[in-house]
């Protein structure tokens, strides 16, 4: 099961509470420290090892770098609890940040999350802690009091007794994902809030847009292969239709000329473009999926929804090819606003429900 990024509703989480992060994201630098401040959080506590850096590696990202001299700017309190062995290995880490370190008892002990909120002179509810795995970080940090950021491992080898923890790891996370509110679930309804600032509503109107450019990429592809390409001095459109009733009566058979023959075979082309372009701006745009975990999963989900919406494409296009007598250009336009419209509805409810729904509790 890979790594799901997302608000928790610990509420739902029942006896799993104590394991249950208030936020997952990719990655450190992806924590926005303006809504850490808005919450009332001034003290940040770090894990080291695949939060900060790889184990054993000592030299840190740039975006990590920048990310901590950011929040020291905006006068947040930063430490490092860490369940390390190698002291002298974090002591040159913490000079590296500028930041203090504490060590005592392994987390999950609330020790080193009262060391700092003593150091420090701040309450549970003013700290957060961030870091990679659930069942040290999160469960000491939710022990504590303190709310929990959990980010996604780095890559590369690990410590063998992590190796353990994330075996235990995937059978919590597995139950915890329930409680995730994706992007598709986060509803505003409240019937204070503005309409256009329902995340719905954004939602909408932002598929909307991408639809538009898909739509005119559709649109244009499509007019290209049938009206303007041309083949052995013919239009494409009819030479390919030639052959293909020719070669292929029975299949065929339902076209009244060459190009009614090949006109699907240029609504699927047209649409495969225009499906990838669906996928790769309501991913980053519309639906705001965060990391790269689960991406393929995704691209095969919304294809299994585009590939549906495209034989309703390709039936309702068909369907109404000659709507207006005499005005093949006008039909054709025609036929694909009315699919689009259809098939816009169907791809919004299979993408939102379906292809980018990261997790939705029953």
Known sequence: MGF???????????????????????????????????????LILLDVDHTLVKWKQEEFSPEVLAWVAKAKE????????????????????AEKLGIETFRGRFKPSTHMYEMALEHFGEKPENAVMIGDQIMTDVLGANRSGIDAIWVQKMEGPEFIGTKFNRMMELLVTSLLYRSLVTPSDAIDTNPNVPLLERTIVKQILKFCFVGGISFVIDLGIRFLLMNVIRLNGDLLSDEVGRSLTSRFPTIFQFASGPDKAFYPIAVFIAASVAMFNSFALNRSFTFRVQGNEGKGGQLARVYVVGYIGMALNILISSGLYNIIPG???????????????????????????FAFRVHKSE
């Open 4 to 42: 799901r990024p997302g608000q928790f509703d610990r509420s739902r989480t029942g006896v799993l509470r104590s394991f249950c992060p208030a936020h997952a994201v990719a990655s450190l630098p992806e924590i926005s420290l303006d809504q850490l401040r808005s919450e009332g959080k001034m």
């Open 74 to 93: 905006m006068g947040f309190h930063l430490c490092i609890l860490s369940n390390t062995r190698h002291p002298e290995r974090l002591g040159r880490l």
């Open 327 to 353: 005005h093949r250009k006008i039909s054709l336009i025609v036929s694909a606003v009315c699919a689009a419209f259809i098939v816009a509805a169907w791809n919004f409810v299979g993408q939102r429900y």
